[in-house]
Nanobody, 122 residues
């Protein structure tokens, strides 16, 4: 059974930075970050797979960076130049299926963390 636990998040002013961290136990093929703002659908933010393939939502390209340690147990999301539009509940997720991994940015991953709030004030 894969377990996913996030940490980080918080409140910051526009233009600031935050880093999210996620610990994953068990084998996974891909890991990613998703977010959901009030009244909006969950959307994929960034993902990485075991082949090193990176995916980013167009809204965060150039501002966010996803990375993972060599053991593939810790996933990071460095968020720079944050905007009020980035305010959302951020969730880390993982999966073992190539089909579900390739579905990113659709939120079809199997294993999810509890989520961590990111609030950006103007």
């Amino acid at each position: 059974q894969v377990q996913v636990v996030e940490s980080g998040g918080g409140s910051v002013q526009a233009g600031g930075s935050l880093r999210l961290s996620c610990k994953v136990s068990g084998y996974t093929l891909c890991m990613g970050w998703f977010r959901q703002a009030p009244g909006k659908e969950r959307e994929g933010v960034a993902s990485i797979d075991n082949y090193g393939t990176l995916n980013y939502a167009s809204s965060v390209k150039g501002r966010f960076t996803i990375s993972r340690d060599s053991a593939k147990t810790t996933l990071l999301l460095q968020m720079n130049s944050l905007e009020p539009e980035d305010t959302a509940m951020y969730s880390c997720a993982a999966d073992q299926s190539g089909t579900r991994c390739r579905a990113f940015p659709r939120a079809q991953y199997t294993y999810w963390g509890q989520g961590t709030q990111v609030t950006v004030s103007s």
